[in-house]
Every structure is written in structure tokens, then in C-alpha cells.
């Protein structure tokens, strides 16, 4: 059936709580409401208001409660309404989230997913905008998962809600209803720590995740018309990162831009140069180029479309390598 993202996801929940009774939703107007982009809609009218509950505002109780219902055996999944709301929660998931299996040695886990919208491109006020993943990465303990298309975050989510450790899921939500395409439903599983080749290419190696992926696709294109090939590599999972899916594409092409809305400094992109410079130093015909935000807080909405980058400015840091 052809979904969006918002539908994709929404399926796949209504699956894993009719397949399994200990998947349990919460958050802020997550049930009446169906959330604030819809995403749980109708879920508490199919299976109650004891599995779809309604929080109070308070994004440390929400991942609290999703935490100790995870140690008595449940499969909470949680949405905080904003990524850039996720602040109030650190404290639950890097002192105690991420620590749990280490803290017990192995005897305990905490099987529980945290839902939320990130990134620009809606026009939202402030701290509606966040890309915070390179904070999230940085944090040992938990997985970090984010989609690109709906087909993705239809397997993805259902591997994350099995999944026997903390996972992280962040929503791209400039495009929750950009495109439609045909999803799988049923078990239909995607791997958490693989990369998607989502296009071949001999020239350039373009490293991209969420909303950025579809600006890569679009770069590509253009690209196509000077006759330059670019690999995209869509990682998909952020932590763990499919490092060897990484290294054998930019051996193959011996350049690589990595694109993501998130600020510059200490930003993934860094890591990933790291890690091809590390890994792929001798293969490198160019440096690494980075297309990212820059280092100041996100825009209002008049500003935002200077600060997200964009297919323009991907085929400038690819047209940079190229020339070097």
C-alpha cells in the first residue's frame, strides 16, 4: 500500500501492539489526539486508554515512566512532542537509560523506544527545530535510529520496538508527508545498524540521513547532467554506525560529502571525516567536504531556508572535491 511517513509509522504501531500486549504508548496528547502530527491517531480507540496514554507536559516523567515500565517487562514507546524538548529527559537517558545493562551487568535492560519530530523545515517557532543526534551518538547505552522514507520507518520502527536495548527514533518531519511509496506491512523488519545504498555512483560518495537524503537525491541528479556519478549512502542508524557500509563506498569512490542540518562543529559530519581519513586516507583523492547548519540556534522562520542546507549547496562541496 503506498503511505507516507506519518501513515508508515502509524501502521507499524497498530501492528506491534496487536502482535505483542506488553507495547505500550505514551505521551503528551498521544492517545484523544492521535499527537501533535497525528502519528498515533486512532490508536487509543483500537486498543484503550491503558495502552495509549495521555501524560501530563513533563518530558522527564514521560521518559521516566518509560523507563521503569521497560524494567517491569513492558515495551513503552514514548513521544516527546519536539526533539528540542528532549532536554529536560537527558538526565533519565544518560544516567540511567544508557547505563542500566552495564549498571546490572547484563541483568537487566530497558526495551523501550522514545519517539520524536526533529529537524527543520516547517516553519516552527523556537525549539521546534532541533538536530541534536550528535549529542544522542556521543551518549553509550542507547541506539540512535532515523528514517528516510516510509518504508524505512515502517521496518525500522518495528526493530526498534524489539530490539532489546534503549532506542532512540527521530522523525524527520519536514518530509512526515512529503512523498508516498509502497510499504510492506506486516513483517516487514528493517536491521537497526545498516546503511542503504540508495543510489551507485563511481565519482562521489554523498553521506546523508533524514530529510537530508531526498536533498542528496536531488543533488545527485543535477550532478548526472555534468556527468558525475555520486554514490548516496542513506546510514539510516546513527549509533550503532555501519562503518564498513561507509568505508567501501568512499574506497570505491575516493571522495566524499557528508550532509546534515545539524551545527558544524563537533557535528557527526566530523566523526564520519574522522573515521574516512582514519580508514581510507590512501584512497582519498580530495579532503572530506561537510554541508551542514552552521553554529548559531536554528532560525525563526524567515530565516530558516538560509540556515538548512540544501541540493545547491551539496553540489558545490561535490563540484569542490571534484576540482581539487
Not at 87 to 108: C, K, L, M, V, W
Request: hydrophobic share 45%.
Amino acid at each position: 500500500m503506498a503511505l507516507n511517513m506519518v501513515e508508515a509509522i502509524n501502521l507499524a504501531l497498530k501492528e506491534e501492539m496487536a502482535r505483542d500486549d506488553d507495547v505500550v504508548l505514551l505521551g503528551e496528547d498521544v492517545g484523544r489526539e492521535g499527537g501533535v502530527f497525528r502519528v498515533t491517531e486512532g490508536l487509543q480507540q483500537a486498543f484503550g486508554a491503558a495502552r495509549s496514554i495521555d501524560t501530563p507536559l513533563a518530558e522527564s516523567g514521560i521518559v521516566g515512566c518509560a523507563f521503569g515500565m521497560a524494567l517491569m517487562s513492558l515495551k513503552p514507546v514514548a513521544e516527546l512532542q519536539f526533539m528540542g524538548f528532549l532536554y529536560p529527559a537527558f538526565d533519565q537517558i544518560i544516567s540511567h537509560i544508557g547505563r542500566i545493562r552495564n549498571r546490572t551487568r547484563g541483568e537487566y535492560t530497558a526495551p523501550l523506544v522514545i519517539r520524536m519530530p526533529y529537524g527543520g523545515g516547517i516553519h516552527a517557532p523556537e525549539h521546534h527545530s532541533e538536530s541534536t543526534e550528535a549529542i544522542l551518538v556521543h551518549t553509550p547505552g542507547i541506539k540512535v535510529v532515523v528514517p528516510a522514507t516510509p518504508a524505512d520507518a515502517h521496518g525500522l520502527i518495528k526493530s526498534a520496538i524489539r530490539d532489546p536495548d534503549p532506542v532512540l527514533f527521530l522523525e524527520p518531519k519536514r518530509i512526515y508527508r512529503a512523498v508516498k511509496e509502497e510499504v510492506e506491512s506486516g513483517e516487514h523488519l528493517v536491521p537497526i545498524g545498516k546503511a542503504k545504498l540508495v543510489r551507485e555512483g563511481r565519482d562521489v560518495t554523498l553521506i546523508a540521513w533524514g530529510a537530508l537524503v531526498r536533498d542528496a537525491q536531488q543533488a545527485a541528479e543535477q550532478l548526472a547532467e555534468a556527468k558525475v556519478e555520486a554514490e548516496i549512502l542513506d546510514l539510516r542508524t546513527l549509533s550503532p554506525l555501519d562503518v564498513e557500509a561507509v568505508i567501501a563506498s568512499v574506497k570505491k569512490t575516493g571522495r566524499c560529502v557528508v550532509a546534515h542540518e545539524a551545527p558544524r562543529t563537533c557535528g557527526l559530519g566530523a566523526e564520519l571525516s574522522a573515521l574516512v581519513m582514519e580508514h581510507c586516507l590512501l584512497d582519498l583523492l580530495a579532503p572530506v567536504e561537510r554541508v551542514t547548519g552552521f553554529d548559531t540556534v536554528m532560525p525563526l522562520l524567515k530565516g530558516e531556508h538560509f540556515y538548512l542546507p540544501d541540493a545547491r549547496r551539496i553540489v558545490q562541496a561535490v563540484r569542490k572535491v571534484m576540482n581539487f
